[in-house]
């Protein structure tokens, strides 16, 4: 009986490349380079979050 081709490794590499989509360069294409860009992005993006509320409440 051949062995599983690794389904779950595969879906997880194609999640984070999703996610990395439109990143430049090796970001988009390359896993171990995506999967840091998108960690990244990810807490840039919580931060802006915060900054937004932030001009947000300044306004008021």
């Known amino acids: ?3 599983a081709k690794g389904a779950i490794t595969t ?6 490349l ?6 430049r360069g090796e970001r988009h294409k390359q896993y171990r ?8 992005a990810g807490q840039y993006a ?5 900054l937004r509320r932030r001009d ?3 306004l008021w």
């Open 11 to 16: 879906k997880r590499h194609r999640k984070i």
């Open 1 to 3: 009986m051949a062995r």
């Open 56 to 58: 947000i409440r300044t």
């Open 33 to 40: 380079r995506a999967k840091e860009a998108v960690l990244h």
């Open 46 to 50: 919580f931060a802006g979050r915060r």
């Open 18 to 23: 999703k996610l990395a989509k439109g990143f």
